[in-house]
Nanobody, 126 residues
Framework: QVQLVESGGGLVQAGGSLRLSCVAS????????MGWFRQVPGKERAFVAA????????YYADSVKGRFTISRDNGKNTVYLQMNSLKPEDTALYYC???????????????????WGQGTQVTVSA
């Protein structure tokens, strides 16, 4: 069992940056592949980025590639999402998720994940 708590969301102007954090407790985060998803009202939750247990591989949605960076610090049980060049269409509730998997596995479907945080709101103004 692992508990996930996101932070770092807020209001930012278009072109600005934010860094989201997700702290895992209960079990060491190095046992889990991690991902970030986002959701806007009336739409399904969408994949944003994912990272393997050790952090050696990452994967991004096309819409954020080149602007967002996922990383992790297993010593701090924390996963980060650095978001640069933000656009109004990035406005959403951002969730982190954890999946107990193999060392090299990476997951981009929300149904693959076992644990979810409560989300942190990101709002980008035009």
């Amino acid at each position: 069992q692992v508990q996930l708590v996101e932070s770092g969301g807020g209001l930012v102007q278009a072109g600005g940056s934010l860094r989201l954090s997700c702290v895992a407790s209960g079990r060491t985060s190095s046992s889990y592949a991690m991902g970030w998803f986002r959701q806007v009202p009336g739409k399904e939750r969408a994949f944003v980025a994912a990272i393997t247990r050790g952090g050696g591989s990452t994967y991004y949605a096309d819409s954020v590639k080149g602007r967002f960076t996922i990383s992790r610090d297993n010593g701090k049980n924390t996963v980060y999402l650095q978001m640069n060049s933000l656009k109004p269409e990035d406005t959403a509730l951002y969730y982190c998720a954890a999946k107990r998997g193999s060392t090299t596995a990476i997951y981009y479907r929300d149904l693959d994940y076992d644990y979810w945080g409560q989300g942190t709101q990101v709002t980008v103004s035009a």
